[in-house]
């Protein structure tokens, strides 16, 4: 096979510090802490992640709140074992981290490169407004066997397109990481604010077989 684990899922983001550091986990003697990372977009709205970042890479690094950063990683799935909230958490995983001392949204500050397997049949549908949209959630090889299972959505003829793939697909993507908050009902009636993590589509490819084989 031609993937490359460390190749296959790719992100870079620039950004500014919003929350504080909070403890996750520790693996190993490595311990690992989670914060938000405020990127904004060109239309004045802005992308609030979640990075998870190893207390090794913090050394000479300023992670206070209201502080720039440039992460580069990979954008990870988790299986959420509280059962509050969604059930997939979705993390910008830092490799690499560093302060910067400007943001220039004209830049590419929110880029995502991702190479996966179709894991689930393409939903396509059309907005009240007649805009296409295809909801893709890709499976994406990491390091020992496991795998990430990505959201991703594309838009109009790339829409299109998606809504032709089929399970087992291998697909290469393009395109930014986003946040978005929606509305979930519970059981009890109430409506509670969530937050949505996906992969919003630039562009995208269908891998043929014949580039699979090494």
């Known amino acids: 096979m031609s993937q490359n684990p460390l190749e296959n899922n790719r992100v870079y983001l620039c950004g500014k510090v919003v929350t504080p550091l909070n403890f996750s986990h520790e693996s190993f003697g490595e311990k690992f802490f989670t914060f938000k990372l405020e990127v904004p977009r060109l239309s004045q709205q802005k992308d609030i992640l979640i990075v998870t970042v190893s207390n090794r890479l913090l050394i000479n690094v300023n992670l206070e709140e209201g502080s720039l950063a440039e992460v580069l990683g990979q954008f990870r799935s988790y299986n959420n074992p509280s059962n509050v909230g ?59 066997g496991k795998s990430d299972y990505i959201p991703c959505i594309a838009w109009g003829r790339n829409a299109r397109f998606a809504s032709t793939f089929q399970i087992g697909d291998n697909i290469k993507i393009w395109g930014r990481v986003q946040s978005r908050d929606y509305q979930k009902k519970l059981e009890d009636g109430r409506v509670e604010i969530r937050t949505a993590y996906e992969v919003s589509i630039f562009k995208l490819e269908r891998v043929e077989k014949s580039e699979n084989v090494s």
């Open 86 to 144: 969604n059930r997939l958490i979705l993390t910008v995983f830092a490799r690499d981290i560093k302060n910067v001392e400007s943001i220039d949204p004209s830049k590419n500050i929110n880029e995502i490169f991702l190479n996966g397997y179709v894991c689930k049949k393409p939903q396509y549908r059309t907005t009240p407004l007649g805009r296409e949209i295809t909801d893709i959630l890709l499976a994406v090889n990491r390091l020992y």
